[in-house]
């Protein structure tokens, strides 16, 4: 292995949004001289970030979290001012409240609603026809958007290059260790190109998402527990009744259908039941990526068309396309209330080290808000 000794004030290590964010913002708000990003992919945000439902929260999501819903309805209307150009809002958004099987009513996930303050009024006539009225008991028109996870790509890499943040693609960082020093961390790294080497620094920030606690060294893994899935989120091409809807049903093992920008004409579609093929808890030697890599990817959108069809009848007329398949991670401890809270974890045996996972698009306002009070 080639020893480098090259100084460096911080290295996010990640190349998702949130990384590609994180970055920007330390070198060019905070003012750190030299920021390097490493990504072990050949561009930037080709995993979660794209792989996803597109959705920007406005707090409907989340009647069992308070907390949650209402950070998304305050960041909502900053993430659609700071990003215009990835919001697609040319769509009319429905929540629908089924009358049987749902954690909440109608009543409830209005007040929930008028408690955070987010819009909300009762869908018209010809859109609550859209709905099977034996199943749904009542169907709200809401304000909620979907990005473009091409153009926020586009934007990423055009933003680290305008701050001056050093991009390595298909570098990998392996292991996370204290210098002789005691003074600076070092990061090792293998890089497609270069093989193995080691950067000094003051800061990390891992921003790897399923792959935080995947490194040898002084790192000895996240405080917080973690959960992972393989999910898949079908892609479909919509009937023309429903082409320019969003729907979600709420509130339990149920659908969510969304437009996806990233791919005209087509609509993500996912099921509570069988959008998770399946689950383990994070341990170190165990690679998600790995595990997403080797599983053989059999499609379920049959069975959860059929399903939401029951609730939205024209929905069986969709024709499938393709799905994304990707790992999911949350934290253990919201497993009981479906929240997404931030984790901004400091770890004591590596001065100037710190995990970060956010469960949402918007939650990057509340991760910069932690790192301006370390940084």
């Not at 290295?11 to 060019?28: C, E, N, Q, R």
């Not at 990003?37 to 308070?66: C, D, I, K, M, W």
């Not at 808890?281 to 053989?296: H, S, T, V």
């Amino acid at each position: 292995m080639s020893e480098e000794n090259i100084d460096v004030n911080a290295i996010v290590i990640g190349g998702g949004f949130y990384g590609a964010v994180i970055a920007s913002y330390l070198k060019k708000t905070r003012r750190l001289g030299r920021v390097i990003l490493l990504e072990q992919e050949a561009g930037l945000l080709t995993r979660a970030s794209y792989n996803n439902q597109a959705r920007v929260h406005n707090g409907y999501h989340y009647p069992r979290s308070f907390t949650t819903a209402f950070r998304s309805k305050v960041n909502f209307p900053r993430f659609v001012q700071d990003w215009p150009q990835v919001i697609k809002q040319d769509f009319v958004k429905l929540y629908a409240i089924p009358r049987r099987n749902s954690k909440i009513t109608a009543k409830h996930f209005e007040r929930f609603c008028q408690e955070i303050g987010a819009k909300i009024e009762p869908a018209e006539a010809s859109l609550k026809r859209l709905f099977e009225p034996l199943l749904i008991e009542e169907v709200f028109l809401v304000e909620e958007y979907a990005f473009d996870a091409i153009r926020l790509k586009e934007w990423a890499v055009k933003e680290l290059k305008d701050a001056g943040v050093e991009v390595h693609y298909s570098t990998r960082a392996l292991a996370i260790s204290r210098s002789p020093t005691n003074k600076s961390l070092t990061v090792t790294v293998q890089s497609k190109n270069r093989g193995e080497s080691s950067i000094n620094c003051k800061y990390i920030f891992n921003c790897t998402y399923s792959g935080l606690n995947q490194y040898s060294g002084d790192f000895s893994m996240t405080k917080t527990g973690l959960k992972h899935e393989v999910t898949e989120m079908a892609l479909m091409r919509v009937p023309d009744a429903l082409k320019e809807i969003g729907v979600t049903v709420m509130d339990g093992a149920f659908f969510s259908m969304m437009p996806f920008p990233a791919r005209a004409g087509l609509h993500t579609l996912s099921h509570v039941r069988y959008t998770p093929h399946f689950s383990w808890q994070d341990e170190l030697g165990i690679d998600p990526y790995r595990k997403l890599a080797e599983y053989n990817r059999a499609t379920r959108v049959d069975r959860m068309v059929r399903d939401a069809g029951r609730y939205l009848p024209s929905l069986l007329q969709a024709k499938y396309v393709d799905s994304l398949f990707e790992v999911k991670t949350v934290l253990e401890k919201s497993e009981g209330d479906d929240g997404r809270p931030i984790l901004f974890e400091k770890h004591e045996e590596l001065p100037g080290f710190y995990s970060v996972l956010g469960g949402k698009i918007d939650n990057i306002y509340d991760i910069l808000e932690r790192i301006s009070d370390v940084v």
